[in-house]
């Protein structure tokens, strides 16, 4: 090959010179391409992870956002309703622990069992998030106020949250806390007024004055409908289960002279104290005692004289012994004219006095002569009729009557022994 170089023509092979600056370039322009193909791989890994980020933003900005949103609601939200919002926003089961680490919701619906020592650890650190690794990654923070805890959150995934999700995760509870505090005032506002009602209720004894009108309104208990005032035999907490109760039952409860009571809509005293004793027996898994008045009408000022008709049928049926009955001032209407709550020991006495032979030949010979004697007197003294209502032989109840005549004295059924005993029977049926 022949090169020309500075104006003379060579003859033969090129430059060793010219040959390596070729070698050079080609390199030069290989490098090139292969760091521009590396920087176009850098910034998609890049771009891929910002938008993975941003999107994980999205989502627990939305959170947040849905929860804020729940926490200034007029209405308290369900705890179901803020599980499902964190699960949405996080990407796995979610769970809303009570500070007693109690499960009050969770989302999707399914059971979710908490460690203790998990929660604990939670607790011991508010606003920190608690991981726990195994088979799946299950985060708690507790949800706390400046006053106290006011419970836990709980999430569980199969992979790991990243640090914007553990952010939001944080961020999330530091908005129910303030959902707390609004709760807890909301709540201790609406503590007082229904206490203001109530008391202003049950303590007029003639029309209500507009102030109380207003109040009745504001917690929207209708004035023009008759009413029935259920008094509880219970302590100070079982006044705050009454309350509840009295409020889906769509009136107002709590206590009034240390007596836990409920004013309640309905013209039935009986249907009114079943669906008052209902409630509560949901809540507590029992029945107290509960004595319903006749129906009364508020704005006339007629629920006082409700109410102590009422806690002075529940202190007859306390007085005689009644440990999970419901009843109506119609029921004990006879009594009361009688009856001195302040001597309720009388009580006691009239129905050891009257059935106390009866009931010790009972305990000893397991022969049934109360109820024997009930269902005489029931039957106007007809023995036949008495035998085939309690499935006897009519011989068999010809020798308890001849026991009961031993056992009490000739004219046991008439007479003044007659009405006492009859009356002794009817306050023992109050508290089968």
């Given at each position: 090959?022949?090169?020309?170089?500075?104006g003379?023509?060579?003859v033969?092979?090129?430059?060793?010179?010219?040959?390596?600056?070729?070698?050079?370039?080609?390199?030069?322009?290989?490098?090139?391409?292969g760091?521009?193909?590396?920087?176009?791989?850098?910034l998609?890994?890049?771009?891929?992870?910002?938008a993975g980020?941003?999107?994980?933003?999205?989502?627990?900005g939305?959170?947040?956002d849905?929860?804020?949103?729940?926490?200034?609601?007029?209405?308290?939200?369900?705890?179901?309703?803020?599980?499902?919002?964190?699960?949405?926003?996080?990407?796995?089961?979610?769970a809303?622990?009570?500070?007693?680490?109690?499960?009050?919701?969770t989302?999707?619906?399914g059971?979710?069992?908490?460690?203790?020592?998990?929660v604990?650890?939670?607790?011991?650190?508010?606003?920190?998030?608690?991981?726990?690794?195994?088979?799946?990654?299950?985060?708690?923070?507790?949800?706390?106020?400046?006053?106290?805890?006011?419970?836990?959150?709980?999430?569980?995934?199969?992979?790991?949250?990243?640090?914007?999700e553990?952010?939001?995760l944080r961020r999330?509870?530091?908005?129910?806390?303030?959902?707390?505090?609004?709760?807890?005032?909301?709540?201790?506002?609406?503590?007082?007024?229904?206490?203001?009602?109530l008391?202003?209720?049950?303590?007029?004894?003639?029309?209500?004055?507009?102030?109380?009108?207003?109040?009745?309104?504001?917690?929207?208990?209708?004035?023009?409908?008759?009413?029935?005032?259920?008094?509880?035999?219970?302590?100070?907490?079982l006044?705050?289960?009454?309350?509840?109760?009295?409020?889906?039952?769509?009136?107002?409860?709590?206590?009034?002279?240390?007596?836990?009571?409920?004013?309640?809509?309905?013209?039935?005293?009986?249907?009114?104290?079943?669906?008052?004793s209902?409630?509560?027996?949901r809540?507590?898994?029992?029945?107290?005692?509960?004595?319903g008045?006749?129906?009364?009408?508020?704005?006339?000022?007629?629920?006082?004289?409700?109410f102590?008709?009422?806690?002075?049928?529940?202190?007859?049926?306390?007085?005689?012994?009644?440990?999970?009955?419901?009843?109506?001032?119609?029921?004990?209407?006879l009594?009361?004219?009688?009856?001195?709550?302040?001597?309720?020991?009388?009580?006691?006495?009239?129905?050891?006095?009257?059935?106390?032979?009866?009931?010790d030949?009972?305990?000893?010979?397991?022969?049934?002569?109360?109820?024997?004697?009930?269902?005489?007197?029931?039957?106007?003294?007809?023995?036949?009729?008495?035998?085939?209502?309690?499935?006897?032989?009519?011989?068999?109840?010809t020798?308890?009557?001849?026991?009961?005549?031993?056992?009490?004295?000739?004219?046991?059924p008439?007479?003044v022994?007659g009405?006492?005993l009859?009356l002794?029977?009817?306050l023992?049926?109050?508290?089968?």
């Amino acid at each position: 090959m022949n090169a020309l170089r500075n104006g003379q023509v060579i003859v033969g092979n090129v430059d060793p010179v010219d040959e390596a600056l070729a070698r050079v370039r080609r390199a030069a322009a290989d490098l090139d391409r292969g760091l521009a193909g590396l920087a176009a791989t850098g910034l998609a890994e890049r771009a891929d992870e910002l938008a993975g980020r941003l999107a994980v933003l999205d989502r627990t900005g939305s959170m947040v956002d849905s929860l804020l949103a729940l926490s200034t609601a007029p209405e308290p939200p369900l705890p179901a309703a803020v599980a499902e919002a964190l699960a949405t926003g996080l990407g796995g089961v979610a769970a809303l622990l009570d500070p007693g680490g109690r499960l009050l919701a969770t989302y999707p619906a399914g059971p979710v069992a908490a460690e203790p020592g998990l929660v604990q650890r939670a607790a011991a650190d508010p606003g920190r998030v608690v991981l726990e690794a195994g088979a799946s990654f299950r985060y708690a923070v507790s949800v706390a106020t400046v006053a106290r805890s006011e419970g836990t959150v709980l999430l569980v995934r199969r992979t790991p949250l990243t640090g914007d999700e553990v952010a939001g995760l944080r961020r999330a509870a530091h908005v129910l806390a303030a959902l707390r505090i609004r709760q807890n005032a909301l709540l201790q506002a609406y503590e007082e007024m229904r206490t203001d009602l109530l008391t202003e209720l049950l303590s007029a004894r003639r029309p209500l004055s507009r102030p109380v009108r207003v109040l009745a309104e504001a917690r929207r208990f209708a004035l023009d409908r008759p009413c029935v005032v259920v008094a509880v035999d219970g302590d100070a907490a079982l006044g705050r289960v009454v309350a509840d109760a009295a409020a889906l039952l769509g009136g107002v409860g709590g206590r009034h002279d240390e007596v836990p009571v409920a004013v309640l809509p309905g013209a039935d005293p009986q249907a009114v104290v079943e669906a008052l004793s209902a409630r509560m027996r949901r809540v507590t898994g029992a029945t107290p005692r509960l004595c319903g008045s006749d129906p009364a009408h508020p704005a006339e000022g007629a629920l006082a004289e409700a109410f102590e008709a009422s806690r002075h049928g529940l202190a007859l049926l306390r007085a005689a012994g009644s440990a999970h009955r419901s009843a109506t001032t119609r029921d004990l209407a006879l009594y009361r004219p009688l009856f001195d709550p302040e001597r309720s020991g009388d009580v006691r006495d009239l129905l050891d006095t009257a059935l106390r032979p009866l009931l010790d030949y009972e305990r000893e010979h397991r022969v049934d002569l109360v109820g024997t004697v009930h269902v005489f007197l029931a039957t106007g003294g007809n023995a036949s009729q008495s035998a085939r209502r309690l499935f006897i032989h009519p011989n068999t109840m010809t020798k308890r009557l001849e026991r009961v005549t031993q056992l009490l004295g000739d004219g046991w059924p008439d007479g003044v022994n007659g009405l006492r005993l009859r009356l002794a029977l009817h306050l023992r049926s109050l508290s089968a």
